[in-house]
């Protein structure tokens, strides 16, 4: 069963910008993949996919200012996160939308006013 270990994220003021990378153990080639994220007290949600094709889809809160893109060769997927809000402060996960696999440790991605 596939790892997955999400890295990149840390505390920026509004309008910055982040790149989250999520590592897999093994091949992601034939696999949609998502990055999701969970604020305190909140469901955790998916912000964006990508096909194996690569073709994305974004939440609305995110459409404009976050983009998926994924490196089958480096087994990694990416989220550059740009025009950061407070509301995007949560923990952030990739994982596998069409069949969930354990969830990974996330990283943390805050942002301040």
């Known amino acids: 069963q596939v790892q997955l270990v999400e890295s990149g994220g840390g505390a920026v003021q509004a309008g910055g910008s982040l790149r989250l990378s999520c590592a897999a153990s093994?091949?992601?080639?034939?696999?949609?993949m998502g990055w999701y994220r969970q604020a305190p007290g909140k469901e955790r949600e998916r912000v964006a996919s990508i096909s194996s094709g690569g073709t994305p889809n974004y939440v609305d809160s995110a459409k404009g200012r976050f983009t998926i893109s994924r490196d089958n060769a480096k087994r990694t997927v990416y989220l550059q996160m740009n025009s950061l809000k407070p509301e995007d402060t949560a923990v952030y996960y990739c994982n596998l939308p069409l069949r969930l696999v354990p969830w990974g440790q996330g990283t943390q991605v805050t942002v301040s006013s």
């Open positions: 093994r091949s992601i080639f034939g696999d949609t």
